[in-house]
């Protein structure tokens, strides 16, 4: 999808981080944005901020986990914006802690937003950029933790796995059929986001803190802190859109760490996390 200007882009998880930088970037590039979150007041933030340079932006209210909540987006964006050409999911939460201690909760919060609100994303907006027939390209934010799970953070670790896997068939199925949609598997390390503050957007209770819990937060709020910039990440993902690129790495020490877990698996081995800088 070469040809941005004039087009139109979706992007869930605006209200901040990596969201609200694919929303500045794609304005800055000349395409409608339709910016949807959870969070209201802070996504209205993002469309200020994009309309705030010139661009053209609304803002839905949306939970990614609610497919008909997903399905009423796409009806504004096709009312007022004439449907989507860029697919963002992007919105992504996290919780973590001993698998054993967690409860069920965890879980279906996590694989609720982070692999149902894709899910629910390529059901409500994919069929319509197919008829349509125009270039389009559908952007999934998995994570670094899609490549190399890590202990401590398991509901967060197989949403991402879930995500990557969900990714590629949807690549695998868009090729076979034909449409002229690319799909791009964004992968990022650590990016200065509020992922590490993610039950902000919890809407039942939250379950009781434990050591591992709160260990594994912690170290995930002082990785992001010192993360990348969203607005970096941002121009990385429509360098892939442009170019085709399916997967999207945000750091170049990745290559690497990914053949030596594949060398570390192939010899029967338990793979060693890589550096998460």
């Known amino acids: 999808m070469e040809q941005l200007e004039g087009r139109t882009a979706v992007i869930t998880g605006a209200a901040s981080g990596i969201g609200r930088g694919l929303a500045l970037a794609c304005a800055a590039a000349g395409m409608r944005v339709a910016a949807a979150d959870i969070e209201t007041g802070p996504l209205e933030?993002?469309?200020?901020?994009?309309?705030?340079?010139?661009?053209?932006?609304?803002?839905?209210?949306?939970?990614?986990?609610?497919?008909?909540?997903?399905?009423?987006?796409?009806?504004?964006?096709?009312?007022?914006?004439?449907?989507?050409?860029?697919?963002?999911?992007?919105?992504?939460?996290?919780?973590?802690?001993?698998?054993?201690?967690?409860?069920?909760?965890?879980?279906?919060?996590?694989?609720?937003?982070?692999?149902y609100g894709i899910v629910n994303g390529i059901r409500a907006f994919?069929?319509?950029?197919?008829?349509?027939?125009?270039p389009g390209h559908v952007v999934n934010t998995v994570s670094a933790a899609g490549l190399f799970p890590s202990a401590f953070s398991a509901p967060y670790t197989c949403s991402k796995f879930a995500a990557l896997a969900l990714t590629e068939s949807l690549a695998g199925e868009l090729a076979a059929s034909g449409a002229p949609i690319g799909v791009t598997a964004l992968c990022p390390g650590a990016v200065h986001t509020g992922i590490g503050h993610s039950e902000r957007n919890r809407s039942t209770e939250r379950p009781a803190v434990t050591e591992s819990s709160e260990f594994v937060e912690q170290a995930l709020r002082d990785l992001t802190e010192r993360g990348a910039a969203p607005a970096q990440v941002a121009a990385m993902v429509l360098d892939a859109v442009r170019a085709g690129r399916y997967l999207q790495l945000t750091h170049d020490g990745?290559?690497?760490?990914?053949?030596?877990?594949?060398?570390?698996?192939?010899a029967g081995g338990l793979p060693q996390l890589p550096y998460f800088d």
């Open 45 to 115: 933030e993002t469309v200020a901020l994009v309309r705030g340079d010139g661009g053209e932006a609304i803002a839905v209210t949306v939970d990614v986990a609610d497919a008909a909540s997903v399905r009423a987006l796409a009806a504004v964006v096709d009312r007022e914006l004439g449907g989507a050409d860029l697919l963002c999911n992007n919105a992504g939460v996290f919780a973590g802690g001993l698998i054993w201690e967690r409860p069920d909760s965890d879980f279906e919060w996590v694989m609720g937003v982070n692999f």
């Open 126 to 134: 994919v069929p319509g950029m197919i008829e349509r027939g125009r």
């Open 254 to 266: 990745y290559v690497g760490a990914l053949r030596t877990r594949t060398d570390e698996l192939l």
